[in-house]
Structure formats: C-alpha cells, structure tokens
C-alpha cells in the first residue's frame, strides 16, 4: 500500500524537488513562499541557501544549473519583479540542468503590498509557467518543470498562491527521478548575450515558444474533463478547485500549463457546450487569450478582479450568467505562427566584431586568467568583449552583477573552485556588492576580479561612486573597493592591471587560497590617458610569428609576412612584451630584449 503524507503546498513543492533530483535550493523569505526553501534546509541530498535578495539567488541558481545541477529558487511575486532583469535574459539563454523558479502570487495581500499576477512574466519572457491546484500536484509538478526545462532548454515558472502554498493536503510520494551527469560545456553563443549572439538565442526563443504550444496541446497537465451540464469552464491551479466544487456537473478544462495556452483544447471544449466561463484569480490572463480566438466567453465582468476566489464566490458569481440563453456559437481563429524577420543580405564585406581598445588593461586580466583552469562567468560593460576571439576569457554574460552569483553558485554546486567572477569597477557598484554579501554570508570559495579603470568606459566616461565624479562634474567622496570588501569580511587586494607581472602573481595567488577574495585590477580607461606609455618596437630576427602577441587580442598588432606588424594606434602599454617568450617585443631604447626572451632559442 503506497504512504500517504500530508503536506501544505510549500513544503510538497520542496519534497517534490528533491524527488525530482534538484540538489540546489535557494531563495530570498517573503510568504507565502518562505516554508519551500525551510523545509528544503532540512531535507537530504540537496543543498538549500538564502540569498540577500532575488536577483542575486536567480543568479546564483543559474550558476549552479550550469555547472549541471538541477537548481530550484523560490520568492514570492514582488520578488520576481527584483529577479526580472537576469530572468528576462535567461530565457535566451537557456539552462543546462533544470532550472524552476517557484513564484508565490498573493492575492487578498494577506502579506504583500499588491496583488501581482505572475502569469504576465511567463508571457513576458516566453517560457513555459505551471501552476498546481493541490499538495499533489505541487509535488508532481516540480518534476515535470524540470523535464520541461532540460527537453526546451529554457526556466520554467512553477505559480503558486496562498491558499495553495499555504493549505494542506494528502500527497502519495512517486519513485525518484533517475538523472544521468550534466556536465558544464563551454559555449559563448548561447551565454555570453553580447548582441550578435543575443539576436540568434532570441529566434531560438520564438521557435520555441511554437514547440511549447505544441507540448501544451497534447500534455497530461491540460485535461479536458466531460461533464453533464451544458456549461464548460477554464480554470487553472487553486481556482480550479474552486470552480470544480462550485459547478460539478459542469465540462472543465484544467490547465496545469497555463502557458503557453493550448488552443485547440479550448476550441474542443467550445466544440462540446454551449456557455463557456473562464475562472482565474487576478488578472484576465487566460480570459483575454480566448477572447482573442474570437469565441465569447463569460470573465472579469462576472468574476472579482481582485482578492482570493472560494467556491461560494465561485458559483454566486457564474450562477446567473451560465443560466442565460447561450450566445451565438462562433469559430475560433487561431494566431498565425509568427513570422521571423529575414537575416540582412551579406554585404560582402569582411566581418570586423568590435574589440577591446588598444592598451586596454583589462587584456592583461584575461592574459592571467586564462592560464588558470577556471570558467570565467562575465558581467555587463565593455570587458565582455574578452568573450570574443582571440581572448574567449569569458564564458557568460547574464546582466548586471549576475556574475559573482554566478560564479558561486557554479562553485557550490560542484563542491570546488571551478569558476571566477570578473565585473567592471562602475557594474560592482551598481549590481555587484549584494552578490558579494551573499557569496560572503554563504561561505561561498572563489575569485572575483573587479577590473577598475576608474569610469564608466562603456557609456562614455562616467563617473560612479568609486570615483566620486558626480554628473554636474563635482567631486564627491570616493568609495574604496578594497575597503569595502574588507568591510565585508572579505579578502582584498588591490594591484596595478599595467604591471603584468604584479597582476598575474596576484590572480595565481587567489586562485591556490582558500575561500572567497577578490583582487581589484586597478589602472585608469586608456581613453583617459592623454599621452602613450611608450613605443614598442620589433626584432625582426627574434620574431617567428609564434603568435602569443596576437592572442592577447589587441587591435594595434598584426600578422606580417616575415614577423607582427605595430600599427600606430599601440598606445605602448607593453603586455605584449610581457607574454613575447622570446623578445622580440620591447620598448624603443630599452636596453636588451625583454627578460621573458632571455636566452630565448
């Protein structure tokens, strides 16, 4: 005989994770959601932390789905609003363990300061959204969001509400999902959204969401259940059970996949009654999607717009419209599959990606970092270009700050440091301090690199609070870096990003310690340095075109016939003199080759 136990919704939504293998949990408190990620704390196999807001636990699930475990984080619907800027982008680029994100709407804001419907984010964002109407189905359904989010590599919203979360009921538990190894495999064109690579995932997106239309046709989780009235109602999650108690005689279409909203089913359900009501707390989401078919139906005029639903507000709502004289019967038109804009003729032109500035430091970190066996995860600025060839020194690039999240969750989920954090001076301040907290707070082991060139480089020289330019030209008081990360509990450094040789013994050293640091590369934009370093120039005989110099990426170096060629745009910052083994690269009346070639054969 199978074991009954009886769970409210939360914590049938955690014991369903960890039936369906997820091994990361994490999550930002605020009910009715909070109990998920408690009761997960206390559960086996799987590893659950709080994280200082939603934002940065999205991030640091993402992390954690990368490095190929199933992750599941959870808030509450106004905590989406804060999760939305790397949620919006993760739908381009896609998961590769599971990812689910549970959001808990509250409508009658029995805690909450609106009455946010989260359905308009799965719209929004073009992902697949479940939403369970019992304890058994919280349980089934996380499993089923995770087989979703690996088949349509994409997140997958789980919503749920109050009373859902809140209410208990019997759940009969299911034989564990068996799941093989996900290993992380490097791949710049599907996490690194710089915009070339962001306009191709986002086709990717819309042939999907037609592939998930599809999937909603024929999915066990959207049932048509016949009925013995002439009466048909749509209703999804714990409305359903409201509805299903106030008319049970009536034909229903269940939605346990809200979006997207499958189409034919709802024309079969017109097909088979005459009236048709659409039950739904909140929001007209469903309403006006079968409006939009052209086949009337019966909604918001008749059902609260607001406050939580029960079965008595239910039937005293639906009774007198569902007993009128049925409207006429129309055929539904169903939306034409959008079609894709056609990719721009070639022009026939050589292809020239942008790159990094000539002399630009931040070459130098990913000089260093590349050396190391560490998955770089990258962050919004003008440093994301080091994805591109030749450098491919970052592997991902989600949006503001996600980085560091990133970075810790990827570590906590394989149990070592397998990843670095790299983040612009101006992107820390505005997005990067939270997740270091975080990273801080749950004991996360990892390096951060904040490449400080002291402004905001990518939107034309800004100050930030780390310069103290203010934007009427003002000077304010500077934040420390250092001193802030050493506010934190953190271990700091800060090194010169110029003198290659300081910089690497830097990152080399925080990669063999323990725990978190962080190393502050520090040396100004060389769009703000009026005058060259110095000139390099070329030994023709040393140089055999190895190529070591060119892999560095900078746009003043080029491949010559017999040796590299120095256009005039090198500002003379000497990194290639540093990684040349064999000196052929030097400045103009340094006295002998540069110590790297010494002796070199």
Request: aromatic share 6%.
């Amino acid at each position: 005989m199978e074991r009954t136990l009886f769970f409210s919704g939360n914590e049938a939504i955690a014991h369903g994770a960890v039936r369906a293998g997820a091994a990361f949990a994490c999550g930002y408190p605020g009910t009715p959601s909070t109990e998920i990620l408690q009761t997960a704390a206390r559960l086996d196999g799987i590893h659950a932390e709080w994280c200082v807001n939603e934002k940065v636990a999205l991030e640091t699930a993402v992390g954690a789905s990368l490095a190929g475990v199933r992750s599941i984080v959870t808030m509450k619907h106004v905590g989406l609003n804060v999760a939305a800027d790397p949620f919006m982008t993760l739908s381009l680029t896609g998961v590769n363990a599971g990812l689910v994100i549970v959001s808990a709407d509250d409508p009658g804001m029995h805690s909450s300061q609106n009455e946010q419907d989260s359905r308009a984010y799965a719209k929004f964002a073009k992902v697949p959204m479940l939403e369970p109407s019992d304890s058994q189905e919280a349980y089934d359904f996380v499993a089923e969001a995770f087989a979703l989010s690996e088949e349509f590599d994409t997140p997958v919203l789980l919503r749920s509400t109050t009373r859902l979360s809140h209410g208990r009921g019997q759940v009969i538990p299911r034989v564990p999902v068996v799941l093989g190894p996900r290993d992380y495999a490097r791949d710049i064109g599907k996490y690194v959204m710089v915009p070339h690579y962001a306009r191709m995932r986002n086709r990717l997106v819309l042939e999907r969401l037609q592939k998930l239309r599809a999937r909603a046709e024929e999915s066990p989780l959207n049932v048509l259940e016949a009925g013995t009235a002439d009466v048909g109602i749509i209703a999804a999650g714990v409305a359903y059970a409201y509805a299903r108690e106030a008319f049970p005689k009536a034909w229903f279409l269940k939605l346990g996949m809200s979006h997207p909203l499958p189409y034919r089913k709802v024309a079969r359900l017109f097909r088979q009654v005459s009236r048709v009501a659409v039950v739904e707390e909140l929001d007209p989401f469903i309403e006006e999607q079968v409006r939009a078919l052209g086949l009337p139906v019966v909604g918001k005029e008749a059902i609260p717009a607001d406050g939580e639903l029960d079965q008595d507000i239910v039937f005293r709502a639906l009774e007198p419209f569902l007993s009128r004289r049925p409207p006429r019967r129309r055929r539904p038109v169903f939306p034409p599959v959008p079609r894709l804009a056609d990719p721009p003729p070639a022009p026939g032109l050589p292809v020239r990606p942008p790159v990094l500035c000539p002399g630009c430091t931040h070459r130098a970190v990913f000089t260093a970092l590349r050396t190391h066996r560490l998955a770089p995860m990258g962050d919004i600025g003008c440093y994301t270009l080091g994805a591109l060839p030749p450098l491919l020194a970052l592997d991902s690039c989600l949006c503001m700050g996600a980085s560091i999240g990133m970075m810790a969750g990827f570590n906590q989920a394989l149990g070592r440091k397998a990843a670095a954090a790299v983040i612009g001076d101006s992107t820390f301040f505005h997005s990067g301090v939270t997740p270091l907290i975080d990273a801080h707070y749950n004991a996360a082991d990892g390096l951060v690199i904040v490449l400080d060139n002291r402004t905001t480089a990518m939107t034309g020289l800004q100050g930030h609070p780390g310069t103290g330019l203010r934007a009427d030209g003002s000077r304010g008081p500077a934040v420390d870096i250092q001193k802030l990360c050493e506010g934190i509990g953190v271990r700091c450094h800060t090194v010169d990003a110029s003198d290659y040789g300081v910089l690497e013994a830097a990152v080399k050293a925080e990669v063999d310690a323990p725990g978190l640091g962080v190393v502050v590369a520090l040396a100004p934009c060389v769009l703000m340095v009026p005058e060259k370093a110095g000139e390099i120039v070329i030994d023709d005989e040393r140089c055999n075109l190895c190529g070591l110099c060119l892999d560095v990426g900078c746009p003043a170096l080029a491949r010559g016939e017999d040796s590299v060629s120095i256009a005039g745009s090198c500002t003379g910052c000497g990194l290639c003199t540093e990684v040349c083994r064999r000196g052929a690269l030097s400045f103009a009346g340094a006295t002998g080759a540069g110590t790297a070639g010494e002796g070199a054969p």
